[in-house]
Nanobody, 120 residues
């Protein structure tokens, strides 16, 4: 099993910044890709930014330099820095991982999500 725990969400004024963190733990696995997704009210879950096992990143079109995904090796987390928040960014942000398990099967795991609310 793989566990993902997100932190860092909250209420922020428009134009403000947040840093989300995802801590992954559990049975030994390697990740194919790990990163952040979001689901706004009445919307489908969408990719925000992920890191692939080779270290490259994939970002959604709307990221446009406002979001930065990174690994914090000291804390063993995958972080998402969000700047210049606007109302469109209000959503539940989920950490997700495509993990290759010890038996070589690949499974996707999700965290429980962290709410980001933007006030005008």
């Amino acid at each position: 099993q793989v566990q993902l725990v997100e932190s860092g969400g909250g209420l922020v004024q428009a134009g403000g910044s947040l840093r989300l963190a995802c801590l992954a733990s559990g049975s030994f696995f390697t990740f194919i890709r790990i990163g952040w997704y979001r689901q706004g009210p009445g919307k489908q879950r969408e990719l925000v930014a992920v890191i692939r096992d080779g270290g490259s990143t994939n970002n959604a079109e709307f990221v446009k330099g406002r979001f930065t995904i990174s690994r914090d090796n000291a804390k063993d987390t995958i972080d998402l820095q969000i700047n210049s928040l606007n109302s469109e960014d209000a959503a539940v942000y989920y950490c997700g991982v495509d993990a290759r398990l010890r038996d070589s099967t690949v499974r996707r795991y999700w965290g429980q999500g962290t709410q980001v609310t933007v006030s005008s």
